[in-house]
T-cell receptor, first 112, second 109 residues
Framework: DAEITQSPRHKITETGRQVTLACHQTWNHNNMFWYRQDLGHGLRLIHYSYGVQDTNKGEVSDGYSVSRSNTEDLPLTLESAASSQTSVYFC???????????FGDGTRLSIL | GIQVEQSPPDLILQEGANSTLRCNFSDSVNNLQWFHQNPWGQLINLFYIPSGTKQNGRLSATTVATERYSLLYISSSQTTDSGVYFCAVPGAGSYQLTFGKGTKLSVIP
């Protein structure tokens, strides 16, 4: 079955370090998204991509970057981790405009 | 951007009771999704419902796009229904979803 996989599931790191969270989907979807989930805010969009070599900023993109070198993967990088980036991160994908998004199981990131 | 409001924010039910969760949105939309986040944190797709009514077992959803709201009905609730329910809609001309803050449902035996 097609799926979307995030790794690692949990990570603890220190402020100032670079961190990369992986997202891999086997749906062959064009569209991929990264969200963060914080108490009191629900899920907020960080970055998204509509296809290979395409990346766009979302609502809360400061301090994050993504790259899309193939259809299957959209890694999320925190260039210099800050304690405010402690959160649960979700990756999602969808096939076409208006089609439902499918979510990974999330990565819980703690920055000390 | 589009605003999404969910009500109530918290709901406690006795097992077997029925409930209705509401999602209001501030602009016209071409699709809407309902999700259940279980106690393990997984986001489960419940419904993709731009308009009309859909049913899946004890759950059903209705979206009235012209009046900018959607309702999620849970009948004969079970403890496994506990968790947070989110609705999400895309902004105008975009794919990316804007989420409501969710309704936290607790079903007690």
């Amino acid at each position: 079955d097609a799926e979307i996989t995030q790794s690692p599931r949990h990570k603890i790191t220190e402020t100032g370090r670079q961190v990369t969270l992986a997202c891999h989907q086997t749906w062959n979807h064009n569209n991929m998204f990264w969200y963060r989930q914080d108490l009191g805010h629900g899920l907020r969009l960080i970055h998204y991509s509509y296809g290979v070599q395409d990346t766009n900023k979302g609502e809360v993109s400061d301090g994050y970057s993504v790259s899309r070198s193939n259809t299957e993967d959209l890694p999320l990088t925190l260039e210099s981790a800050a304690s405010s980036q402690t959160s649960v991160y979700f990756c999602a994908s969808s096939e076409y405009i208006g089609q439902p998004q499918h979510f990974g199981d999330g990565t819980r990131l703690s920055i000390l | 951007g589009i605003q999404v409001e969910q009500s109530p924010p918290d709901l406690i039910l006795q097992e077997g009771a029925n409930s209705t969760l509401r999602c209001n949105f501030s602009d016209s939309v071409n699709n809407l999704q309902w999700f259940h986040q279980n106690p393990w944190g997984q986001l489960i797709n419940l419904f993709y419902i731009p308009s009309g009514t859909k049913q899946n077992g004890r759950l059903s959803a209705t979206t009235v796009a012209t009046e900018r709201y959607s309702l999620l009905y849970i009948s004969s609730s079970q403890t496994t229904d506990s968790g947070v329910y989110f609705c999400a809609v895309p902004g105008a001309g975009s794919y990316q979803l804007t989420f409501g803050k969710g309704t936290k449902l607790s079903v007690i035996p």
